[in-house]
């Protein structure tokens, strides 16, 4: 126990506090057990640290990581009572999904020793609610997402720049705009941001990103999907597939039976699969609101959780308005009910209408129609219902 203490104080020496993403300020750390969801690669193992560097200063606490060799012949229970023994406040249990009964443990360690707080990370797939081990009634569960625009600016440029809500975009967007114009060259890092901005590992190794990310992908599939949805390893090639699809397709309308003959699965299958891809962070499912959204309905539209993703598994330049819709969707979703429309491109609300397109798209769509407007990309700053469609991802 005393080298993970080493390794524990030596990670959080390392770490740097200069930029602290969003979800810092949400979540409430006085909780008992606190549980932080997300994709690979987003930065959940940096707010752990910093969390302890900014808070946890004058506790006893001990971070781990559940794929260190030392569980392999120590329980994470045996560790937690030995940690409180020793006068232990917090935990911080960094990849539970590498443990096998992650949530049992967590459970009882829990429920038997009630002044010690908890704080884990996983993969965004975990099932917190499940069986014996419901975790669901005792943790207060975060999900993380990856770098907004906003954040991006923030992390690269070094500017001081708060976030907003939709309202006070459909609002004030022209005056929104024009002050963060003064700061900087806003069309040429959202391009950037576009293919290269949304997991922050970009800083490490800037030309290498792309393969870095699609390594990432692979892991996601071929560990992360395969380990805790128990799918076939056999079909494990099918999910690669199915993404090759969606990410070198238009904003993609499926045809689930022509799909699934393509990927060679069923039809419930196939569905079944586009929800776990849903899960893992590397797609997103936009479903009509005239429907209950069942874990077999079939999607609207699919699209790549993120643009970055698009570029990763795109042979060529990928396709323009697939890249805005992409973008659109997955800044709006975290704090607002996005769905398929069949008007515009989007209802954000059931009462906000958008129609996404370059800075030529005219509002004929939606003439008429209230509460309606345009994204439009490539322009600096909006004018009436155009609003410029960088402008979103100041939301988080």
């Not at 409430?28 to 707010?47: A, E, P, V």
């Not at 996983?122 to 609610?129: D, K, R, Y």
């Not at 993380?144 to 070094?158: A, C, H, I, P, Q």
């Not at 490539?378 to 402008?391: A, E, H, V």
């Amino acid at each position: 126990m005393e080298n993970l203490f080493i390794k524990s104080r030596q990670k959080v020496k390392s770490i740097n506090t200069d930029f602290v993403r969003y979800l810092m300020k949400e979540i409430n750390w006085s909780d008992r057990l606190i549980g932080i969801k997300g994709g690979r690669g987003i930065g959940k193992t940096t707010l752990l640290l910093q969390h302890i560097e900014m808070h946890l200063q004058n506790e006893l606490i001990l971070y781990v990581s559940l794929d260190d060799f030392y569980f392999t012949s120590h329980t994470l229970y045996d560790l937690a009572e030995d940690f409180i023994v020793n006068g232990g406040q917090t935990l911080l249990i960094d990849e539970v999904h590498r443990y096998k009964n992650w949530a049992q443990e967590i459970k009882l360690i829990y429920d038997d020793f009630p002044n010690l707080k908890i704080i884990f990370t996983g993969s965004s797939i975990l099932e917190i609610s499940k069986g014996r081990a419901d975790l669901s009634r005792r943790a207060i569960i975060y999900s993380m997402t990856g770098l907004s625009f906003r954040e991006y600016l923030v992390f690269t440029e070094k500017l001081e720049i708060a976030s907003v809500k939709i309202s006070d975009i459909i609002g004030h967007h022209v005056e929104l705009a024009d002050d963060i114009n003064r700061s900087t060259q806003i069309i040429p890092a959202f391009c950037k941001y576009l293919t290269t901005g949304y997991y922050p590992f970009f800083i490490e190794s800037p030309d290498t990103y792309l393969m870095r990310l699609t390594e990432v992908l692979n892991q996601v599939i071929f560990s992360d999907i395969q380990t805790l949805k128990g799918i076939p390893m056999e079909s494990l090639s099918k999910l690669r597939k199915l993404l090759y699809v969606v990410s070198n397709s238009v904003p993609f309308k499926p045809n689930v039976a022509k799909l699934s003959e393509i990927i060679q699965i069923t039809r419930n299958t196939l569905v079944t699969y586009l929800n776990y891809l849903e899960e893992a962070q590397i797609i997103n499912l936009l479903h009509t609101e005239s429907v209950g959204i069942g874990y077999l309905r079939k999607p609207e539209k699919i699209y790549m959780e993120n643009s970055n993703l698009i570029y990763a598994l795109n042979e060529k330049e990928p396709e323009v308005g697939n890249i805005r819709e992409t973008f659109f969707f997955n800044q709006l979703r975290k704090e607002n009910r996005v769905v398929f429309d069949g008007i515009a491109d989007f209802l954000i609300n059931d009462e906000l209408r958008f129609e996404i397109g370059g800075k030529n798209k005219t509002t004929k769509q939606i003439k008429g129609l209230e509460n309606a407007f345009i994204a439009a990309d490539n322009i600096s700053t909006g004018y009436g219902k155009k609003i410029p469609l960088w402008l979103f991802g100041f939301l988080y």
